[in-house]
């Protein structure tokens, strides 16, 4: 992970590097500009999202991370955020969603 400020006082980027197969979490966490997903946050989700599941669909049944859209967008929910499915074979809306 690297962020804080850049040399010269400016703020600096958030950057989480790839580990592992982490992506959503560390996509996530670069979006948001901090560090507010885990890897056992994540797990979490995929537990509420599938709670009598033995094999978990939403992630890896390695345990290294491989989390579906689905772990993403109930992540940002949970900070009041929201994500919109885009299907590029439809056409744009009309008006901006806010």
């Known amino acids: 992970m690297s962020g804080g400020p850049e040399p ?3 703020p600096g980027v958030y950057h ?3 580990r ?3 992506c959503a979490v560390h996509a996530l966490n670069n979006v948001l500009q901090e560090r507010r997903f885990t890897q056992e946050a994540a797990d979490e989700i995929c537990k ?3 709670p009598d599941a033995r094999l ?3 992630r890896s049944v390695l345990g290294t991370g491989n989390y579906d859209v ?5 992540a940002l929910q949970s900070l009041d955020f929201a994500a919109i499915w885009w299907d ?3 056409s744009p809306p009309r008006h901006p969603v806010i």
Do not use: C, D, F, T
Request: aromatic share 0%.
């Open 48 to 50: 509420r999202l599938a």
């Open 20 to 22: 592992l197969e982490l």
């Open 56 to 58: 978990n669909p939403h």
């Open 88 to 90: 590029k074979r439809r």
């Open 70 to 74: 689905n772990v993403i967008m109930a």
């Open 16 to 18: 989480e590097r790839q």
């Open 8 to 10: 010269g006082g400016g």
